[in-house]
């Protein structure tokens, strides 16, 4: 079966620090991989998503930038964090279309 | 934005059956009607999806209007572990940019 694992599960950093969040995906073979993130009382937004090796899209201008160097590897990465970049981080799976994407637990965020 | 319109909030019987609706008139004839919940500080969780047809699963039922303009998750028999956010979606995109435009569900407390 597959699983999605993201960490750590919380993080507290100051701003100005730089960041990185890792989530594998194990038991299935090149699927599309997804960066959420959730702000406090808010709904789920989606920052990136990547369909192959290498292939990121962006969706919102961000302090943020995204990297797959392997195939069930997504990496969230920040050279300096904003107040504004806490929250709830969640990372995806699916296989595309007409197939549910699948969260992992998710890493909380707080800048101080 | 969100495509789709829940009650903000929601109360069942613990036993009883929880009936969630959703308003989403402005689906497309191909985009698949997808239900999520949150439970606190968790990833969301996939509970089922459907096009055209009624679904049934083993956590929940899916009924989907003729018209495709609504529809209805249905718990059987709900338990205080289903209490939860309830997200309604509409799947927006194809090709892996598929994203999933989380609104701000349906809060649904299951009470004993």
């Known amino acids: 079966s597959q699983t999605i694992h993201q960490w750590p599960a919380t993080l507290v950093q100051p701003v100005g620090s730089p960041l990185s969040l890792e989530c594998t995906v194990e038991g299935t073979s090149n699927p599309n991989l997804y960066w959420y993130r959730q702000a406090a009382g808010r709904g789920l937004q989606l920052l990136f998503y990547?369909?192959?090796?290498?292939?990121i899209s962006s969706e919102v201008p961000q302090n943020l930038s995204a990297s797959r160097p392997q195939d069930r590897q997504f990496i969230l990465s920040s050279k300096k964090l904003l107040l504004s970049d806490s929250g709830f981080y969640l990372c995806?799976?699916?296989?595309?279309?007409?197939?549910?994407?699948?969260f992992g637990d998710g890493t909380r965020l707080s800048i101080l | 934005d969100a495509k789709t319109t829940q009650p903000t909030s929601m109360d069942c019987a613990e036993g009883r059956a929880a009936n969630l609706p959703c308003n989403h008139s402005t689906i497309s004839g191909n985009e698949y009607v997808y239900w999520y919940r949150q439970i606190h500080s968790q990833g969301p969780q996939y509970i089922i999806h459907?096009?055209?047809n009624n679904e049934t699963n083993e956590m929940a039922s899916l009924i989907i209007t003729e018209d495709r303009k609504s529809s209805t998750l249905i718990l059987p028999h709900a338990t205080l572990r289903d209490t939860a956010v309830y997200y309604c979606i509409v799947r927006v995109g194809r090709g892996g940019s598929e994203k999933l435009v989380f609104g701000k569900g349906t809060k649904l407390t299951v009470n004993p």
């Open positions: 995806a799976w699916g296989v595309g279309d007409a197939k549910p994407q699948h």
């Open positions: 990547s369909v192959g090796i290498g292939q």
């Open positions: 459907g096009l055209k």
